[in-house]
């Protein structure tokens, strides 16, 4: 998700039996002193105000001798103050992983990067914990030989953080003179490659890899029929038919698709045989049209599942996977089963692609069931 330092959480207030969401984003005020060198960092809270594609740009201010007043960024990613004695301050926003699930998931802890004079002195300090109670830093005052935390006083546990904001406790940290400069951060050639570039493990640089990595083709399946099918929010169940040549042999197979969105479900795709399809296809036309929450749906919808269970066709992706793994042969490498893979169309023949344990994937579906992999990629991640 490569973590823009936005996270949107919902309050809700019942007033009137209206139901109102506010949207919260956060920046760090980062002011820049030309007299003393040093940066001060500060926390700004930002509710129902989206910010821009320019707001999350990288921010930099460069000091000449003569700039004598301070300078403040807003910094709702990365940004850098340089100073005229050269001096390098960079600071950079992230978060966690938020999940649709679990206690707090939606509201992962936020937390911030330093590096000072191209040396990394501050990898994912938490500023806000998970659950968002607020922030626990007053301020952060950063020099080229020292960095203190202002924290406020805390109390309680994971999921009730109490923050006394009328006391704060400084945590002076030293920057060592033995760190090393962060080549990742400020490359040698200085030729830093953006995150979230896809970086070829297999495949070449061929026009289907290009479109692969910047994902940029034809998502509309090459196909000659589609069925809507079961779409209900009680157990989360998307379900449907369609006549699809998926192997690009020239022949349509009757396809139906399964997704259950959790944790631990995958979506499945069967390949039917006549008499199975015929079948499925008179179950969804005997579908209910009342789609809200209908228990005559849901138990219609339930019903083809069984169905669909109890035939032998093989689905995917488990029938290319050895258990609840898929085996990369081109790049010997061995991920997890997709839990989601995407359709895509090239040049009128249907791929597949996925991604799983840091695997991008672009893959042929054989007619026996098996793949060609086309193209693998690994994404440059952000560099906290």
Request: hydrophobic letters at 30%; charged letters at 25%; glycine letters at 4%.
């Amino acid at each position: 998700m490569k973590h823009f330092n936005k996270l949107v959480f919902f309050i809700f207030i019942a007033c009137l039996s209206t139901l109102y969401a506010d949207e919260y984003y956060n920046y760090f005020k980062m002011t820049c002193d030309p007299l003393t060198n040093t940066v001060k960092l500060e926390n700004i809270d930002q509710w129902n105000e989206r910010p821009s594609k320019d707001d999350y740009a990288f921010k930099q201010k460069i000091f000449t001798k003569d700039d004598l007043k301070p300078e403040s960024l807003s910094i709702y990613r990365d940004g850098e103050c340089v100073f005229a004695n050269k001096t390098k301050i960079r600071l950079r926003l992230g978060s966690d992983d938020a999940y649709p699930y679990g206690q707090c998931g939606a509201a992962p802890a936020m937390w911030f990067s330093l590096w000072v004079n191209k040396k990394k002195v501050l990898s994912r300090t938490i500023y806000n914990p998970t659950c968002n109670p607020g922030s626990i830093l007053e301020s952060v005052d950063i020099s080229d030989k020292n960095i203190t935390l202002n924290r406020y006083k805390t109390s309680g546990d994971f999921y009730s953080i109490d923050i006394n904001t009328s006391v704060v406790q400084p945590e002076t940290i030293i920057v060592k003179d033995n760190l090393s400069v962060d080549t990742i951060e400020y490359p040698t050639d200085g030729k830093k490659i953006p995150a979230g570039t896809k970086i070829l493990l297999y495949g070449d640089n061929n026009p289907i890899c290009e479109a692969f990595r910047k994902n940029d083709w034809n998502t509309n399946i090459k196909r000659k029929e589609y069925r809507n099918g079961c779409s209900y929010s009680a157990n989360t169940l998307n379900s449907y038919t369609v006549l699809v040549d998926i192997n690009n042999d020239g022949i349509y197979e009757r396809e139906y698709v399964d997704s259950r969105w959790g944790r631990f479900e995958y979506t499945d795709i069967y390949y039917l045989d006549e008499n199975t399809s015929k079948t499925i296809d008179t179950l969804f036309e005997q579908l209910s049209q009342d789609v809200g929450y209908n228990p005559e749906r849901i138990e219609q919808c339930e019903k083809i599942v069984e169905v669909i269970k109890e035939t032998k066709s093989p689905s995917i992706p488990k029938s290319w996977a050895d258990g609840d793994q898929l085996t990369l042969h081109s790049i010997n490498k061995t991920v997890r089963l997709p839990h989601i893979i995407d359709r895509v169309t090239y040049q009128n023949k249907n791929y597949f692609q996925f991604f799983s344990d840091g695997i991008y994937g672009l893959i042929e579906y054989k007619s026996d069931h098996s793949f060609n992999e086309i193209c693998l990629a690994k994404e440059v991640e952000e560099n906290y």
